[in-house]
């Protein structure tokens, strides 16, 4: 008896979930972006009779990540399965859930009935016209009709046969009409199953079990691979002596197959995805290398990658910065010790088409000092920086920035808070009007041979002129070389009062230069190594 009774539900549960699906779509509320994804979180609602029901969720991104899907739902209603799907597919899925769908196929079945009846009207007509000609030898010689009879005859013929033909005309041109209006509904219909389909392929099938016949709103969050984020700034700064105007927005990228509305957007830095996983140490073995290739002398205190600006230009740029004042207004900055996030109360439109779109996020001054860098022996010009202490406040994070300088747009650069220095360099942009030269002094210069050793003395004059109207304060880098072998003796001859760094051969001196003041400094050095042997980078 038991059997019979479990048997009996299970038929009951196999005939509810053969029922035909109920189809709804559901809406972006909610996009929480990562570096590398974003979580979306979508609403729907819809009623559901009581008992088990198979719902298929549309509107859903192409690329969910099944493993990361929640439905949130009453406590009235069990989620028994859920599943993420590209290939679903319905006899009742365009007639029930699109309603622009579902209109042009209302049409297109009143059109076909009002053909119909055209064809038969005009079946009828022809018929009409079929049968006045076959009759119109009742007039002939052995009828009987006298000419009274006979005229009568032919006045009723010719007003039915030119009714009949003017009939059969008109709807033979309705009919025409009326399958040229056919075609265009059947062309728009392929058009607009052809934009649900590009729209959004992703569908969640849920099987639940409602206790309540009604209304029910459902939450779907899952975790998509397909969108990103990346911080960029625009830096402003109207002269030396005031704070820079840094605005920190966005580029939002998104390709997940549905169109975010009016959506609350977060961009949150952290990694959904990476592994948390706390690494082993574990013993670590020196080995050889085969060979090392020197290539020059110039370490990492002495490049330029921080602050080497990329296209210079001269192309006005009209500030922005008072339309988009506010906007630090609507966003909320949350930092905890893992990741940083920006929750921005205005609702934002990002579609589904891979383009970069701008967010601006916050506006702030920042207080800077600046100074003058160069570092002839790399390139002979001079780079405006703005020096930032305490920047870790800002809530900073590594992307590029525009420059405009004094209303000019200058160039790019690269902000990196990710350092170990107290203080962050910003540049902003080269300066021409600080003139740079490094000459070698040739009568200071030359070749010695000894007995074993070859003698090589290398001396250059660096120029700096000042050719702004205001004092500029410039931070001057040069060096000379190291000697990664015994054999080879480097001894610094002169340095004109610079800064030393003995460990990576940095000479630093900082100067203050007045309006057209011009200085010159010294540098000089000997190097003696085997004559037998080549320094090819000397």
Known sequence: MK???????????????????????????????????AEISQTTSLVLPKGTSEIVIKNVSDYANQNTIQIGAPSTVTVLSVQFTKDYVSEYELDETNPAIKKVRDSITLVKKEI??????????????????????????????NVAELMKMVDYYKLKRTEANNNYDALDEKSTKLNGLLVKLNSKLEINSSKEEKTSKGKIIIQVMNEIAGNVDFGINYLTGAANWKPFYDLRSNSVVEPINLMYKAQVIQNTGIDWKKVKLTLSSGNPNQNNQAPNVNPWFLKYQESRNLNGFIDSESKLEEVVVVGYGTQKKKSSVGAVSSISNYTTVNENQLNISFD??????????GKAHSVALKEIKIPATFKYYAAPRVEKEAFLLAEIVDYSKYNLLKGDANIIFEGMYVGKTT??????????????????????????????????????KKE?????????????????????KDQYPLSPDKEIEIELLQNDGAKVNSETGILTWDLNLKPNETKKIRISYRVKYPKDKVIDNL
């Open 3 to 37: 059997k019979i009774h479990f048997l009996f539900a299970f038929l009951i549960s196999v005939f509810a979930f053969a029922q035909k699906p109920i189809f709804i779509s559901a809406k972006v509320k909610a996009v929480t972006v990562y570096f590398n994804s």
């Open 116 to 145: 119909q009846k055209v064809e038969n009207a005009r079946d009828s007509e022809s018929k009409a016209i079929e049968l006045l000609d076959k009759n119109q030898q009742i007039s002939g010689a052995n009828s009987g009709l």
């Open 344 to 353: 921005i109360d205005i609702p934002y439109d990002i579609l589904s088409n």
């Open 415 to 452: 902000i990196n808070p990710s350092q170990t220095s107290d203080t962050l360099n910003l540049s902003m942009g080269r300066d021409k009007k600080i003139s740079i030269s490094r000459e070698k002094v040739a009568d200071k210069s030359g070749t010695k041979f000894l007995s074993s």
């Open 456 to 476: 090589q003395t290398f001396t250059y004059d660096i120029t700096v002129r000042n050719n702004k109207k205001e004092t500029a304060n410039l931070l001057l």
